[in-house]
């Protein structure tokens, strides 16, 4: 076993992990942050996306002790200081971005990680950003529609509801 | 103007914040103190005689507190299938013994052969690698049609054969439909295959078993659409625990597609260990072990043909299908190439003889059963390439064909079993010509041309039944289960409301849809009324959520027992209003009588019911719960008519969906924006079956697309936006709401018009292909183009 230490949304975070023990699973088990999913065993379908040191990570292509030191970012630490949904979260609320919620989290984060590298990204760009989540639910017309509200384009011409 | 709250309201979903939050309690997310970890160690092989499982090393491992084999569930009941289908001379169907770990022989890869329960889930797995098994390999049968012949290898050594059952339907018509081939002008014949699919809900299924030796009661947290379902299931026909012994609790659960229905042997596996180590047991299924244990969807091969005569009217359909069973009976396997399906055979068309053939086959594969549409997918599937084909052989429109022989007077009995109730199949190609610019479409076309890609046009039609029932039918059709549905609507004192719905949400939004008829009921805000579903010490009964039955049926129960709480409110009104009960209003959540000012408030009456000073005491109890149960008279028949616009390039045989447009039929809408959710979810996952999914195994029963490496899911960047539009609304003419269902009709309604627009697109090419199976990969389409 060996000691980590991170910062995971602001707050420290320790425990002791086995070697092969996965960031998923550190997150999960040992800090009870249940909201990042693992939906695969092949690191496909992104449900465990978080931000590690700013970037977007798949939380199961990493070992927990790779993290030590990092500050990580879930779901669980996304919303605005009030409790209440930031953009991206009320823009997947508002335009139907979400149906059964399991890869959800993921595409939170991955939305996150786009919109801070490209502010306004075309239809285009959010499918090929998103290449590395996959939800089965949406068919993904409204998780695009929302990252693109979220960004402060126009969505009105995009098909109604 | 769209309205802010109630039915027809597009009101946002209250289920979203806990999602987008983090805070949804998914199954896995819940952990028990004290809780032990199961590993299943599953069949590499397809067919083999177990001749030994020794488990000693393994047992002497770190942590193992418990390994089981099939010898610890000798004594105890198999899987139950909840469906005998009659064959087509009148004998029940074969029925295999489906135990909950392999016993004698392993009869598909992944079937659990031994479980290792162990303090972690890593000692687990490291001491099921210590497991020694010797499999004498048998030969594996895969295909149908081979599994069928005489000298082939038999699944179950104690059936005849590999045959489950042969159904003919309807059996009396066959001759007639004979006669009519032999009299046609013409006959189109196609032979297709209806691909292998794994439904692939993004949460994997996880079972955790929990057993209380104080009182005797076990608890099961399970991934499931039903729980009470499988209260039935595993406690009656399983293992034995009366059903107020065992509670079972499916909370957000991510995503079904039907595969969530079944029971699984992993349910009852840790039940049953829960209680042998006195421990709770947990189990989380792998995407891998996902791809091997959930049961799949699809799989028929087909040859249909349809008759025609001289002046291109339908006379007769004739079908012969082979449906895969898999190796073992799921658990409503038995109704989808049948009732799910030979029902479905008409179409929107009033063709007046059709004769169904099913011939379901075991083979050395994972069990199928419903995924998403169940059966009729299957029937649009074939019908709607059938007609097409048949369009281009006669040199006429096909949308011109279909229209020509469409239904068009409701009710409308066909000659398989059903009798639509309401359509109108000219309003949605109506709706769908003109959202999909047809008169457009050659501009497209040159402007793909201009860039060295052929483009093309595929339409077609479907129809769907929703809420199978009533249950006295399904009774005589086979069916072991009743299939009403029940909601228990409890108010508080205070004025708000708990629906307690047998209805399960895994991704549906009833949480939202529900509450917004409830409140519209009563006139008060969506906000006072709380939904609560998945958890059998909570709800009283419930038969789940699949085959869009959810809003007919569920909903159906809750407008029942919503207007005996209505029933009842008036009554402790008229005594608060010191008037006559028959001119007690209710409106906007105040009780007042007719033609005066006189009122009292929603919470003055919900008050008084459980503080009863002033009330009528000597005529009715106090309180204010009402429970309804709610059996259909008939299913629903949502309708709708699709069209897909394709641009394929001929050097690499790439397809890709350039416009996709849906024009459906769901008779009256709760939720327009959950209900074009459902339908752009369906369309993904039956695009996905057009182009990219399929569930391969090799000849030797080896599964070939086990994870996400090889098995095509479809991702943001396949598919389009959507042009969904429900403006067309034939209002069910049976259930309370006229509601019809959506859940499914995107994934049924779209596979066809994908296929049609490729075919179309190649001829534009100067390829003129008859046929392609899905999925139209890059592969196929090319080899198609150069063969």
Not at chain 1, 107 to 129: C, F, G, T
């Amino acid at each position: 076993m060996t000691q980590v230490n991170m910062t995971v949304n602001g707050k420290s975070a320790s425990g002791d992990v086995e070697g092969r023990t996965l960031l998923a699973q550190f997150l999960r088990d040992d800090q009870g942050l249940t909201g990042t999913h693992i939906g695969c065993d092949t690191s496909q379908c992104g449900a465990c996306v978080v931000h590690v040191n700013g970037e977007a990570v798949k939380a199961c292509t990493m070992l927990a002790i790779e993290a030590d030191g990092a500050t990580v970012g879930t779901i669980e630490g996304q919303a605005n200081d009030d409790g209440s949904l930031n953009v991206i979260q009320q823009a997947f609320q508002d335009h139907h971005g979400l149906q059964c919620g399991f890869c959800t989290p993921g595409m939170v984060m991955s939305a996150a990680a786009l919109l801070k590298d490209n502010p306004k990204p075309s239809e285009a760009e959010i499918r090929h950003y998103l290449d590395g989540n996959i939800c089965r639910c949406t068919g993904y017309h409204n998780i695009v529609k929302a990252i693109m509200a979220a960004s402060g384009q126009d969505v009105s011409a995009i098909a109604a509801e | 103007m769209p309205k802010d709250g109630g039915i027809g309201a597009s009101s946002k979903r209250r289920e979203d914040v806990r999602f987008l939050t983090g805070n949804g309690n998914y199954t896995d997310d819940i952990n028990i103190r004290g809780q032990a970890y199961v590993h299943f160690l599953r069949s590499d092989i397809a067919h083999g005689t177990l001749t030994s499982v020794d488990t000693a090393a393994a047992a002497a491992m770190p942590g193992v507190i418990q390994i089981f084999t099939g010898d610890d569930f000798a004594e105890i009941g198999g899987m139950p299938c909840g469906w005998q289908i009659t064959d087509k001379h009148g004998a029940a169907m074969q029925e295999p013994k489906h135990p909950v770990l392999a016993h004698g022989k392993v009869r598909h890869v992944g079937e659990p052969i031994a479980a290792v329960v162990a303090e972690t889930l890593a000692q687990a797995r490291d001491a099921a690698e210590a497991i020694e098994v010797e499999i004498a390999e048998l030969p594996a049968v895969v295909n149908m049609k081979d599994a069928v012949k005489e000298d082939a290898p038999k699944v179950h050594d104690d059936l005849t054969s590999n045959l489950c059952y042969d159904w003919g339907f309807v059996e009396e018509n066959k001759a007639a439909v004979d006669e009519a081939f032999e009299k046609a002008a013409h006959v189109t014949t196609l032979e297709l295959v209806n691909n292998r699919l794994v439904a692939n809900p993004m949460e994997p299924r996880v079972a955790i078993g929990d057993y209380n030796r104080s009182d005797g009661e076990h608890t099961l947290y399970t991934t499931s659409q039903n729980p009470h379902v499988i209260r039935l299931l595993m406690g009656a026909f399983v293992l034995g625990i009366p059903e107020h012994k065992l509670r079972v609790v499916a909370p957000d659960v991510g995503g079904g597609f039907g595969t969530k229905i079944f029971h699984y042997q992993e349910e009852a596996f840790c039940t049953f260990a829960a209680k042998a180590i006195n421990r709770p047991v947990k189990w989380t299924s792998t995407r891998s072990e996902a791809f091997m244990s959930d049961a799949h969807g699809r799989d028929h091969v087909t040859k249909i043909e349809l008759a025609l005569d001289a002046q291109n009217n339908f006379t007769a359909l004739r079908t012969d299908t082979y449906a895969n069973m898999g190796a073992y009976l799921s658990t409503f396997a038995p109704s989808v190439p049948t009732w799910l399906h030979g029902t479905l055979m008409a179409g929107n068309y009033k063709t007046p003889l059709i004769y169904v053939n099913v011939k379901a086959v075991f083979t050395n594969t994972v069990p199928v059963d419903a995924y998403r549409g169940a059966g009729r997918p299957e029937a649009t599937f074939q019908l709607e390439r059938v007609v097409d084909k048949c369009a281009h052989e006669l040199g006429v429109d096909p949308i011109a064909l279909r229209r020509q022989n469409f239904i068009t007077e409701f009710p409308y009995a066909t000659p398989v079993a059903v009798e639509y109730d309401t359509g109108d199949y000219v309003a949605t190609m109506d709706k769908l010509e003109e959202l999909a610019d047809i008169a457009g479409f050659d501009a497209r076309r040159k402007e793909s041309e201009a860039r060295g890609k052929l483009r093309g046009f595929g339409v077609n039609c479907y129809i769907e039944a929703c809420g199978i029932a009533p249950s006295n039918l399904v009774g005589q059709l086979g069916a072991r289960a009743g299939l009403y549905e029940s909601a228990t609507v409890r108010v508080n004192a205070t004025g708000g409301l708990v629906v307690m719905t047998g209805s399960h949400s895994h991704g549906q939004g009833h949480e939202t849809s529900f509450a917004q008829v409830v409140a519209e009921m009563i006139g008060i805000d969506e906000s006072m009324v709380d939904i609560v579903h998945g958890d059998t010490s909570k709800v009283p009964m419930g038969m789940g959520t699949y085959g869009s039955r959810s809003i007919a049926v569920g909903g159906s129960a809750m407008v029942r027992a919503t207007e005996k709480i209505i029933a009842k409110a008036k009554k402790i009104a008229s005594h608060l209003l010191e008037a006559s009960e028959s001119d007690i209003e209710l409106k906007d959540g105040a009780f007042s009588v007719a033609g005066t000012d006189k009122s009292v408030a929603w919470g003055d009456v919900t008050l008084a019911a459980y503080v009863p000073h002033n009330y009528p005491l000597d005529d009715i109890e106090p309180g204010l719960e009402e429970t309804a149960f709610y059996d259909p008279s008939n299913f629903t028949y949502p309708s709708g008519a699709y069209a897909c616009e394709v641009e394929l390039d001929p050097e690499t045989g790439v397809v890709t969906i350039e416009r996709f447009t849906a024009a459906d039929d769901f008779g009256n809408i709760i939720n327009p924006m959950i209900v074009t959710g459902q339908v752009h979810g369906g369309l993904a996952q039956g695009i996905g079956q057009a182009l990219l999914e399929n569930c391969a195994y090799d000849e030797d029963g080896q599964l070939l697309s086990a994870s996400y490496m090889d098995y095509a899911m479809p991702r943001a960047s396949d598919l389009p936006m959507y042009d969904v539009d429900h403006s067309c609304q034939t209002p069910c003419t049976h259930n309370p709401l006229g509601v019809k269902g959506c859940g499914e009709a995107g994934a049924i309604g779209s596979p066809p018009a994908v296929v049609n627009a490729v075919l179309d697109a190649m001829r534009s090419g100067g390829k003129d292909v008859a046929h392609i199976d899905m999925p139209v990969s890059p592969s196929r389409v090319w080899a198609a183009m150069n063969g």
